[in-house]
């Protein structure tokens, strides 16, 4: 399936896709999913960012829709508050990463809401917290006292190292949990359900979009099973190799307005 005269709703991941490294979303991108939305497209945010930090981009689109945070995890209303739904990485399973990590010489830092808690103070979560303007706090117990209400755990690993550090991960962790690089140096560790793509499955279902009807974008592992599941999956150009070989359509690069360029191409054909 490649068409794009039947679309219905598009999804979009936010960084390296809908926002570039200026953290800014283009005008050519704005303007286009204002348009989207005034010809009746609808317009999902499937993000692996937390509430707090995707809010800013919410609160511009304002499309009106639920939104998906911490890679799938987490299921937000349009009220940006309301937790339609969301999935817990087990305590002991937290616990086992932090303890891996650790192991393998990488820094990890886990969520309880939008609050980062890492085990000791480090450059990577102050400049993490930084960048996204999140609350976070120090815990030198916390591999022995896990939150109840973690949605993944973050390591992070020198790019050159993270293909590496991806497969030891996964050998010291149970099979519940999944290990995907998202940004370079991000290591995203998430209950093995916890996808974008079973979470744009769940909000189609509700508002009774089939896959066919449905179009996904993104660059890196955390959006290839979003990729996959839609009736029209997007790599953006300077998606990774693996996300581009999965897609239907290759957009042009996010600096380059390919979230815009979708919009125009589906609503053009419409």
């Keep these: 399936m490649n068409q794009t005269n039947n679309i219905k709703l598009i999804a979009f991941d936010i960084d390296d896709t809908l926002m570039g490294k200026n953290l800014r979303i283009s005008a050519a991108n704005l303007a286009a999913i204002e348009r989207a939305k005034a010809a009746g497209t609808k317009i999902i945010i499937a993000t692996g960012r937390t509430m707090l930090a995707a809010r800013p981009i919410l609160e511009t689109l304002r499309t009106g829709l639920p939104s998906v945070h911490f890679g799938g995890a987490v299921i937000l209303d349009a009220d940006f508050t309301t937790v339609l739904q969301a999935r817990y990485i087990a305590r002991e399973t937290v616990r086992a990463a932090l303890l891996a990590a650790g192991e393998l010489g990488l820094v990890a830092q886990v969520y309880s809401g939008d609050l980062v808690i890492a085990p000791y103070d480090n450059e990577f979560t102050r400049i993490y917290c930084e960048r996204l303007h999140l609350p976070h706090s120090i815990r030198a117990d916390l591999a022995e006292n896990p939150p109840a209400d973690s949605p993944k755990v973050l390591a992070f690993a020198p790019p050159e190292c993270c293909v590496g550090a991806v497969a030891a991960l996964t050998a010291l962790l149970p099979s519940s949990v999944q290990v995907l690089q998202s940004l370079p140096g991000f290591l995203e560790i998430n209950d093995r359900l916890s996808t974008k ?59 380059e307005d390919g979230a815009a360029w979708l919009v125009e191409r589906v609503l053009a054909e419409r």
Excluded: Q, Y
């Design 197 to 255: 793509g079973n979470a744009l499955r769940w909000i189609c279902e509700r508002m009774g979009i089939v896959r066919e009807n449905v179009a996904a974008a993104g660059d890196n592992s955390l959006d290839l099973d979003m990729i996959e599941w839609a009736g029209l999956g997007c790599a953006v150009g300077n998606a990774t190799p693996a996300v581009k070989a999965a897609a239907d359509l290759i957009l042009p690069p996010c600096d």
